[in-house]
């Protein structure tokens, strides 16, 4: 019998609602881990990183604000990695090994809970090569426009910029071609809660096969 958590991977490009999906899969019972939060965290806490980031960017990325907090400027780290593929392999590299390390630390702490499903939430699952540690992965997908009013919405920057954005992430039909689920929100937040009701209804399944397959 396995006893550890079964791993699911939620990704999908800006403004598909992908972070809504976990969310609602938070709320039903399983445990999260948010990838693009915890790059953040080591970004400003571990030495090894920061160190990695002043000698990509300049030191002049970071500085201190008036409560002593140490703050980096993403906004010109974004704006050299849009122009520089290599920066932004080299900041891929940096990064998500660390995040490969805290993820494994996360199962682990889930197995010690009894947690049965733990989702991986990320922008960039394939492409870092994460998927490779997960038992399925869901891709959350929309119509072109709903993502970009939906990202303008949430203050990540104008329709051009956004346009920039996506057209630098996978395309959403090579995201459906490696999916084990797709969940399409085009539609209201109670839609797609409904649509995540019957994803988690069939994670579950999975889960239980799995967990008597071994």
Sequence with gaps: MRSDPFLVGVTGGIGSG????????????????????????LQLQDADVIDGIK????????SVDVTGQIVLDRKKIAATVF?????????????HPKVFSE?????????NQGVKILVKEAA?????????????VVVVVADEQQRIARAVRKG????????QRIALQWPQEK????????????GSQEELKKETETLYTR???????ACNHL
């Design 124 to 136: 960039i699952l394939f492409e870092s090569g994460s998927n490779k540690q997960l038992d399925v």
């Design 55 to 62: 000698k990509l960017f300049g030191s002049e990325v970071y």
């Design 103 to 111: 993820f494994q630390k996360a199962a682990h702490h889930a197995e």
């Design 175 to 186: 995201l459906i071609e490696k999916a084990d689920y797709v969940v399409v929100n085009d």
């Design 83 to 95: 122009s520089s593929p290599e920066k932004l392999e080299a900041l891929n590299n940096l990064i």
């Design 18 to 41: 992908k972070s809504t999906v976990c969310r609602f899969l938070s709320e039903m019972g399983c445990a999260l881990f948010e990838a693009d939060i915890v790059a953040k965290q």
């Design 156 to 163: 990540m920057g104008s329709p051009e910029e956004i346009i």
């Design 203 to 209: 994670l579950l399944s999975a889960a239980s096969k």
